[in-house]
């Protein structure tokens, strides 16, 4: 009998060269009422519209390689957020900045742009803390600045101020006071017609203070105002860390004890003794056969 020399396998098609670009942008007072997912929105019509080469997940839903530090909520604005962006193929950076500026909307402003290594960690993940201005708009016979000052002391002379948030359907109550490390009224700007208010929080996962929060417990958000975020902190620049090293970390343990914890999927999940009935078959079905039986 014959035998066949068998082939070597063919060889893999190599993977197609990939890029990381950090940018630094600002967002203006045009869009201050958008919130996040719209921002992301923003930003993949822009690349798009640039006709960049915009990498995306598999997936059933693909999604782009796009990573923000921290997502800006309604009525904020931002002086040097950082976004994360990858492109498949490269493109120079000259090219890439100025196509970007061309497309972008209003109230969206292109600083700078650098190549980062693609197994960088994500900037969302190294975030400590964060710096603010609260704007508030009002003439000194509406808020006077004695009024403001009272406000901040008290604030700033309790140890707790509780808040409620929600996670995984549950409210639970966490205390804000330590995650606010500085506060402090800096004067009123005659031109604008606006009070300033600077505020530095931690940023950390589990333990990060919100300043919609803060104004809310202040109450300055019976004013007009605008949250201006000025500088974000991150874990892996030198600088960073000896700002922030003046101040205790707060573990979330600390300001939230009874916060509801992750539900267990798969394996983990804890089952019920006995035989399942229908309906819970039914539930426990693969997506792929729900969907069949939902359409047969």
């Not at 990381?20 to 992301?40: P, S």
Request: hydrophobic share 35%.
């Amino acid at each position: 009998m014959t035998q066949v020399a068998s082939q070597p396998p063919p060889a893999m098609a190599e993977a197609p060269a990939r890029q990381r670009v950090r940018f630094t942008y600002e967002k203006g007072e045009a869009i201050k009422f958008i919130g996040h997912q719209d921002e992301m929105r923003l930003w993949e019509r822009t690349l798009r519209r640039a006709d960049l080469p915009l990498l995306y997940k598999q997936g059933f839903n693909p999604q782009p390689h796009i990573q923000f530090a921290a997502p800006l909520g309604l009525g904020m604005t931002g002086v040097q957020e950082l976004l994360d962006v990858t492109f498949s193929p490269p493109l120079p950076l000259e090219e890439l900045m100025a196509r970007i500026r061309q497309k972008l909307p209003p109230g969206v402003r292109l600083l700078e742009g650098g190549e980062v290594p693609l197994k960088t960690a994500s900037p969302q993940s190294l975030t400590i803390g964060a710096d603010y201005t609260i704007l508030i708009y009002a003439e000194p016979d509406e808020v006077s600045e004695a009024e403001l000052r009272a406000r901040i002391d008290a604030f700033l002379a309790g140890d707790t101020c509780w808040r409620e948030r929600e996670r995984h359907g549950q409210r639970y109550s966490y205390n804000l006071r330590p995650l606010v490390l500085e506060l402090r009224y800096t004067g009123y700007e005659e031109a604008a017609g606006e009070h300033r208010v600077f505020l530095r929080v931690q940023m950390r996962a589990g333990a990060t203070g919100r300043p919609d929060e803060l104004v809310d417990a202040l109450g300055f958000d019976d004013f007009a105002r605008t949250l201006r975020r000025d500088r974000i902190y991150f874990d892996d620049s030198e600088a960073d860390r000896a700002v922030l090293a003046a101040y205790p970390v707060v573990s979330q343990d600390e300001i939230s004890p009874q916060r509801p914890k992750p539900r267990r999927k798969g394996r983990n999940r804890r089952r019920t003794a006995g035989r399942k009935s229908e309906g819970d078959k039914q539930n426990n079905q693969p997506f792929a056969q729900k969907a069949a039986d939902e359409f047969d």
